[in-house]
């Protein structure tokens, strides 16, 4: 995918697609206005904190918050509304994005308490929160809607741009709707924790905890137009996976007869493939071929549903320890899981996972690891000032300018070592008949495989055999979940030497010189996750870079010096 702009951008199949000029799918803005969009935030506060008990201290706090929701200055806010569950072809115009402000009144209480059972050297802490993220970026997607910012999706040669924005419109674009959820929720997040810190000794604490949270009405992307699939076994799903025999003839698809046999190579597993001819699994989501969208005016969408929810819980702990020396050593280990349903809400920030959900009938299809989720990190840091100087062990004789020479002087370190992000391998087509080739879909998983399927390895994380390759048209979505592997972890050792010059109490000057990345390590990103591309006449052969990592996650090591003035 290439995008050119906010109102433009051209999406390959392939690279072969690619390099021959071969768009599958072009997006653009013939004409962008630019919008004025307001919006007025507001919220107030109370707390009160409570001794209970010599040991036990109690916080209460209550915060509201509102909005006036998402509005235009000139009365051009325009977005899609429904109705009987399906988007209607022109969008609604007036003053506000919303056909509900659900944003007027947003309750959070808080509550803390820190109770030390056993004296001032362990304290328990625990906390209990509910937070809202009010929305003031929402012109994003509020800027691609007609009638002032038309975007339309277009299959044409690259030797048709650039294209006249004065031009009338080509024969056959879509108009793409964005927009959002016409009545919108405001994402939310309760949140809670407990933790232990105990003052092992003058100079060391220890503190251990479990954090967790639930987050609801987040924002997913959708595609609000796609045709509503069949949950199998119901009519027209086939009871089996259709086969495809080549040495047999064409029994192409009829759509006056769903169910009629086909030996066809766009529907049907090739013979050999371990889903040729097996059961289809109750539940399963079937779309058939040539389905038609609910409108068929428009194209498919992107359009952001407040609809998400998510999950975190998280063990937490910490080490610090403060020498006589001048050294001063903390240590953090986090060990966490978090869920959800969606959190890329576009392509460019997908880089690991579809930015739309696969099948919007079945979030629960997409219920996984977060994109973000990190399931161990540690950071250890160091600061080390150096015994030189007035006031240390050495030369603390030295004069007021060659204490300014030799004092003053600290190294640090910071160490930071991580698990991977996860990710989701992916076809570069789309054969659940749902009509949209801008997401990304997943292949099946091959029941025979027997090998890992994390291979560890820069040229090759993963094995593409261990996924299987539906035929183009097949209606069926891949059975391998969302963001079910692993890539590659990162180490990164940053170092600096600081210099603090102390002129006057308050005023001083202070010199650093920071390496970041001191040992270079090379930490890689995540792999190429395109498994298989479009099937040719002899069937999908897996693509030649599927799993190959071609890139890194940190930069190279790097210097910088900084000079700061302070008082």
Known sequence: ??????????????????????????????????????????????????????KLTLSLGFRDELSTGWNEAHGRAANYTFTNGIINTQPNLGNSLFTVNNAKYLPQPRVALAWSPHGPQTVLRAGFGMYNDLQDALGYRADQNAPFNPVYSLALPVSSLPIDPFAPVPAGAKLVPGGVQPDMKTPTLVSWSLRIERELSPNTAFTI?????????????????????VICPAFPCPAVYP????????????????????????????????????????????????SPRP???????????????????????ELRKRFSSGLFLRGDY????????????????????????????????????ATFHVKHAAVVDALYALPFGRGTRFASSRSRWGNAVVGGWSLGGILTVQS????????????????DTRNPVRPFLDPTFTGPVVLGKPGQWFNPAAFIAPPSASGFYGNVGRDTY??????????????????????????????????????????NLIVFTPPTATGNQPSGT??????????????????????
């Open 546 to 567: 599927a799993g190959a990592i071609t890139s890194t996650s940190t930069t190279s090591r790097q210097v910088q010096f900084a000079l700061k003035l302070h008082w």
């Open 243 to 290: 086969t495809f025999d080549s040495s047999q003839p064409l029994v192409h698809y009829d759509p006056a007869n769903p169910t009629a046999p086909t030996n066809d190579p766009a529907i049907g597993f090739r013979i050999g493939s371990p889903l040729a001819g097996a059961p289809v699994p109750e539940g399963s989501f079937y779309i058939p071929p040539q």
């Open 486 to 527: 692993i890539g590659p972890g990162s180490a990164t050792w940053d170092f600096s030497v600081l210099k603090e010059v102390t002129f006057r109490e308050s005023f001083g000057l202070q010199f650093r010189a920071e390496i970041f990345n001191l040992l270079d390590r090379a930490n890689f990103n995540t792999p």
């Open 209 to 229: 905890g479990y954090v967790g949270s639930h987050g609801y009405h987040e924002l997913i992307g959708v595609d609000a137009n796609e045709p509503t699939p």
């Open 295 to 317: 409108n068929a005016a428009i194209a498919n969408t992107w359009t952001w549903f407040s609809r998400g929810d998510s999950s975190y819980h998280a063990l937490q702990t």
């Open 420 to 435: 991977g992000f996860p990710f989701t391998p992916q076809l570069s087509y789309n054969p659940s008949n749902n009509g």
């Open 1 to 54: 995918t290439i995008a050119l702009s906010q109102f433009g951008q051209a999406t390959f199949s392939s690279l072969q697609s690619f390099l021959s000029g071969n768009i599958s799918t072009f997006l653009f803005d013939p004409a962008p206005t630019e919008m004025n969009w307001r919006s007025l935030f507001g919220a107030w506060y109370v707390e009160d904190v409570f001794r209970v008990r010599p």
């Open 334 to 369: 986090t060990f966490a899981k978090t869920l959800d349903d969606g959190d890329s809400l576009n392509q460019t920030t997908a880089g690991n996972a579809p930015g739309l959900v696969s099948n919007p009938f079945d979030l629960a299809a997409d219920k996984g690891l």
